[in-house]
């Protein structure tokens, strides 16, 4: 299972907290698993570069056809600023067609609480899944 580890892109102020985003991605094929993984890496170095981002992890399941992502962000407008710029915004449109399923969930956490924590994500998601809320 390749695993990006966490990676930091900035260190927050002490005392602060950071909004972190969980997502499970679910590709339809095999087939689609290389380009998915491309883009997925694309996505991943314009976040070590973006304004907001304290950090981020990505895990790769080919053969489940499934990718896994985890950030840190200073707040919630950092966060969409980055998935609305390029290449982001262009990656994501892209790869919609090849996407069977898709979750997202939304959490504050103390900074001092960083890295994200993956057990706790993959709970996350499993509970937005199961409620859809």
Request: hydrophobic share 40%; glycine share 4%; aromatic share 12%.
């Amino acid at each position: 299972m390749p695993t990006l580890r966490w990676t930091i892109v900035s260190t927050p102020a002490p005392g602060t907290e950071a909004f972190v985003m969980a997502s499970r991605f679910e590709v339809r094929s095999l087939k689609d698993v290389p380009r998915f993984f491309l883009k997925s890496l694309a996505a991943w170095k314009q976040v070590s570069g973006a304004p907001g981002a304290y950090g981020a992890s990505l895990i790769a399941q080919p053969l489940k056809r499934t990718f896994w992502t985890l950030s840190a962000w200073e707040d919630k407008d950092a966060l969409y600023r980055y998935a609305r710029t390029e290449p982001h915004r262009s990656i994501m449109v892209g790869l919609r067609p090849t996407t069977k399923s898709s979750t997202f969930t939304f959490w504050q956490v103390p900074t001092a609480d960083l890295p994200a924590d993956w057990t706790d994500a993959r709970r996350r998601i499993a509970e937005q899944e199961r409620t859809g809320a």
